[in-house]
């Protein structure tokens, strides 16, 4: 077998089911159970090591990496697990920031899918492929002895298979409503599904300042539990330590290899009379008053991500006997995808952008560069390559653009499992001047670079699957999460390899 089916087995089961499993949400139709037996048949490997599980939705991506790599550079080996991958299918598991070995992930896989195939599954149901690579990441994580794992969920938790791993900590990305199909209607759908990452096996949550209906349904869970909550904005505080230029960090004049990256500093507030109310915890003998973190340029635009991860490996790695640094540099991290500058002439943006939320930061960066070009007496031309599919908030991503974004390109994407039967071009028109679509993301892609002048910006957003399509087209390395050209801090972070 070569790489592809091996990949393919991963998706045997659900193919196989496909046909006969109807609509509805993931709490009817999907059935992580199964991982849980995969995982007992494997003679329970994820129970044997530090587990930190990671949902939310938005961001979770960029907190499983900022976590992963904070933990690493407290002296911990570190197993990450991330999907979906960007360009290479092994971007989805690493250890120490290097990706799985083919070799490797072809022997569990097997080993797995045999497994699988000795499981009693009716025909309407299957098991999940993101449970299936997640069992074989815990048993690579297990044979290589890892200190600490990061997994990161998939759009659920409660039904969500990856839940499935036994986990002692939890970080909870910033909830609202998304997936209503398949999480639920309402924002108390969704939050019930995510606030299942608070399995009976966790012990401390760290989390972003929630909606009230989602803050209420996690605490609620929490206390069920007797899990530990800190809370950004309440028992941890970011500020940044360098003031740093916005408008420089949006419009690349530093080059992401010479930047120092962005400051901050993480400040534990000590509240032993919230927590000791449910948990007779005090965070005082966990976290030190404050952390003085480097990160990434790009983390400018989401701190609060930096904050919460940063919390998470307090926690993690007080728990495991390591001392708590003062102050951690991670500015050689590689967030790709994640409000990227990948090309300077034109000014060229790609990010993840689906919904009103993420753009938000996107059109902060608009505006920042929009602001640097006038102060240099030039108005420039920004336009937007978009990739959403039907069930995105499309409108929330106009509605944020409007006014930024002189013209726009659409395009479906090339996921071949993303619905696409919307047709965006009239609710756009109603934003942008001028609005043309594409069918494929390479000709999109190819007309926009077309448009644009060297001093003007592009921005490429849209699903993840988009986001791959044009890592690969601009020749983007997403094999390591270091920068090796940099400090050199990237080449010392893998020297456990």
């Known amino acids: 077998m070569d790489m592809h089916d091996i990949i393919g087995l991963a998706y045997e089961s659900y193919n196989r089911a496909k046909p006969y499993v109807p609509a509805g949400y993931d709490r009817d139709v999907r059935h992580p159970e199964y991982t849980r037996q995969i995982l007992d048949r494997l003679g329970r490997p994820d129970e044997r090591m530090y587990n930190i599980a990671v949902t939310g939705s938005k961001g979770k991506g960029s907190h499983a990496l900022i976590l992963a790599a904070a933990l690493q550079r407290m002296g911990l080996r570190v197993g990450l697990f991330t999907g979906p991958h960007l360009v290479d299918f092994m971007e989805r598991i690493r250890i120490d920031g290097a990706t799985v070995p083919e070799s490797r992930f072809a022997s569990y896989m097997r080993e797995v899918h045999r497994i699988v195939g000795g499981l009693a599954i009716p025909q309407n149901h299957y098991v999940g492929p993101v449970g299936i690579l997640a069992a074989v990441a815990a048993l690579w994580f297990r044979d290589e002895g890892t200190d600490v794992n990061v997994f990161e969920l998939g759009r659920g938790a409660l039904h969500d298979d990856v839940n499935q791993v036994c986990h002692r900590g939890a970080v909870l990305a910033p909830v609202f409503l998304e997936h209503p199909r398949q999480l639920g209607p309402t924002l108390a759908d969704v ?15 760290s989390s972003h300042l929630q909606h009230p209906e989602v803050d209420a349904i996690v605490r609620e869970r929490c206390r069920h539990t007797g899990a530990m909550l800190e809370v950004l904005g309440q028992d941890v505080l970011i500020d940044r330590a360098d003031a ?54 790009a983390a400018a635009w989401f701190p609060g991500n930096v904050a919460v991860a940063m919390t998470a490996a307090c926690r993690a790695a007080y728990e495991l006997g390591r001392a ?103 609710t756009a028109r109603a934003y942008f001047g001028r609005v043309t679509a594409f069918d494929c993301v390479d000709d999109a892609v190819s007309a926009a670079r077309a448009w644009v002048a060297p001093d003007d910006a592009l921005l490429l957003l849209g699903t993840q699957s988009f986001v791959g399509c044009v890592l690969r087209l601009y020749g983007a390395d997403t094999g390591a999460i270091w920068d090796s050209s940099g400090s050199g801090r990237g080449d010392a972070g893998r020297r456990s390899e």
Do not use: C, Y
């Open 191 to 205: 939050a019930r599904e995510k606030a299942g990452v608070v399995t009976d096996a966790v012990e401390w949550v």
């Open 244 to 297: 740093p230029d916005h408008v420089a960090l949006a419009v690349g004049t530093r080059s992401p290899r010479r930047s120092s990256g962005a400051r901050f500093v993480v400040r534990f507030q000590h509240r032993a009379d919230a927590h000791s109310r449910s948990t007779g915890r005090d965070s005082s003998v966990v976290h030190p008053p404050a952390v003085d973190v480097r990160a990434p340029a």
């Open 324 to 426: 708590i640094p003062e102050s951690i540099d991670i500015s050689d991290l590689r967030l790709p995808g994640r409000m990227q500058v990948i090309a300077e002439r034109p000014l060229t943006l790609v990010d993840g952008t689906i919904h009103r939320h993420s753009a938000q930061q996107v059109a902060a960066w608009v505006r920042a560069f929009r602001h640097q070009a006038r102060q240099s007496g030039r108005e420039p031309t920004v336009g937007a390559v978009l990739s959403l599919p039907s069930d995105k908030d499309g409108e929330g991503v106009f509605e944020e653009l409007a006014g930024l974004v002189d013209w726009v390109v659409l395009t479906r994407g090339a996921n071949p499992h993303l619905d696409f039967s919307r047709d965006w071009s009239e």
